[in-house]
Structures are given as structure tokens and as C-alpha cells.
Antibody, heavy 123, light 107 residues
Framework: QVQLVQSGAEVKKPGASVKVSCRAS????????MHWVRQAPGQGLEWMGW????????NYAQKFQGWATLSRDTSINTAYMELSRLKSDDTAIYYC????????????????WGQGTLVTVSS | DIQMTQSPSTLSTSIGDRVTITCRAS??????VAWYQQKPGKAPKLLIY???SLETGVPSRFSGSGSGTEFTLTISSLQPDDFATYYC?????????FGGGTKVEIK
């Protein structure tokens, strides 16, 4: 079955960087865009951007432009989200989520989602 | 950015009740809306896409309707497993945006 498995929880100090991984299985990794969405504690969902695993092209929400970096390694079917210059309000659960369909250029619903990775930023 | 406004933010209800959640978009988004269910400590799960299409495996008591700027998610007869938070999402334009969520809780 289609599955996204993310890396484990991280604790970082303010100013540091974090890199979260998302390993895909059960489908052709390069056929579907991969999105990243975050959720602060007790809050709603915020879309960060997508990566096309086939070409490496990316599209970021303006808020995350120049601050988040999406990448992938097609040899191991894994997508990555790196966030730099962390602040305390970056404490959140970070989800990867696959595009619902092939060929949508990233404007789509999300299914399935990874299990989430809690990133805690604290001094 | 397209704003998605959900109402109500909290809904206190009982088993067997009919539940309706509304999502309003700040501009027309045709039918490009999805609905998700999220339980505590879990990732969101897709219920509905393209405003009214039921995702495979989702119980038929869930339905979606609407187009343009107003959309609804309906649960025809609430079951114990349905107590959760529900989110709408538009995919008409970037940035992709979500509603603020509706928590369905036990009365």
C-alpha cells in the first residue's frame, strides 16, 4: 500500500537548522509531487511548498521562500524538508503529503500523509 | 491568498445527529475543495475531494457539496469514530490554504 514514513522527533536550539525525511513506498516516487505541511501545537494546517521528485523543481509558499529547502533522493525514494534559522514559533509537527493525482503540477489534494515529525525549538 | 473560513469552530453534538460544517472561500474556487478528518495525535485523512467526490474507503455517511465560494461537509448520522477535527482545503490557487478547522465533540 502507499505509505509515507517520516524521520523521528527533533529538538533544536534557536538559530539551528533541521532536516526531516519522508520515505515513500508502494508507488512510483517520481510520478507524484510531494508537499510539506506544518501544524503548530493546537493550531491549524499551513502549507509550506512542494517538490517534483522527477525534476527536483520546487514551489514554496512565500513565507517559506529562502528559509525552507525541499529536496529529494530518488535512489532511496525519499523527500526532505530543511528549515533554517529556527525560532521558537517553528515548533510544530511537520508532515509530508503526496499529491492526490499524477500530473497536477502540485495544485491538488493530499493523500496519503506521513505520520508527522515533531520539531521542538527550545533553548 | 485565498482565505478559507470554516464555521462553526466547535460543534457539540450527539451520536446519530446530522452534522453540517461550512467552508467559505474569499473568492471563487470552482469545485477545488478537499475535506480532511484529523484525530488527536494523528495525521489528517482525506475524506472528500473536488467538493463532492468521496475518497475510496470513506463511509458513505460523509458527503460534500458546493461550488464557487460556499462548501459544506455533511455527516448524515454521527458515529463514535467521527469525533475529530475537520479541515477544508482549497487547491484552486497558490498558496494552497486550509480552513481553521471544526472540532466535533460530544455534547
Amino acid at each position: 500500500q502507499v505509505q509515507l514514513v517520516q524521520s523521528g522527533a527533533e529538538v533544536k536550539k534557536p538559530g539551528a537548522s533541521v532536516k526531516v525525511s519522508c520515505r515513500a513506498s508502494g508507488y512510483s516516487f517520481t510520478d507524484y509531487y510531494m508537499h510539506w505541511v506544518r501544524q503548530a501545537p493546537g493550531q491549524g494546517l499551513e502549507w509550506m511548498g512542494w517538490i517534483d521528485p522527477n525534476t527536483g523543481d520546487t514551489n514554496y509558499a512565500q513565507k517559506f521562500q529562502g528559509w525552507a529547502t525541499l529536496s529529494r533522493d530518488t535512489s532511496i525514494n525519499t523527500a526532505y524538508m530543511e528549515l533554517s534559522r529556527l525560532k521558537s514559533d517553528d515548533t510544530a509537527i511537520y508532515y509530508c503529503a503526496r499529491d492526490g493525482r499524477m500530473g497536477t503540477m502540485g495544485a491538488d489534494w493530499f493523500a496519503p500523509w506521513g505520520q508527522g515529525t515533531l520539531v521542538t525549538v527550545s533553548s | 491568498d485565498i482565505q478559507m473560513t470554516q464555521s462553526p469552530s466547535t460543534l457539540s453534538t450527539s451520536i446519530g445527529d446530522r452534522v453540517t460544517i461550512t467552508c467559505r472561500a474569499s473568492q471563487s474556487i470552482d469545485s477545488w475543495v478537499a475535506w480532511y478528518q484529523q484525530k488527536p495525535g494523528k495525521a489528517p485523512k482525506l475524506l472528500i475531494y473536488k467538493a463532492s467526490s468521496l475518497e475510496t474507503g470513506v463511509p458513505s455517511r460523509f458527503s460534500g457539496s458546493g461550488s464557487g465560494t460556499e462548501f459544506t461537509l455533511t455527516i448524515s448520522s454521527l458515529q463514535p469514530d467521527d469525533f475529530a477535527t475537520y479541515y477544508c482545503q482549497q487547491y484552486h490557487d497558490y498558496p494552497l490554504t486550509f480552513g481553521g478547522g471544526t472540532k466535533v465533540e460530544i455534547k
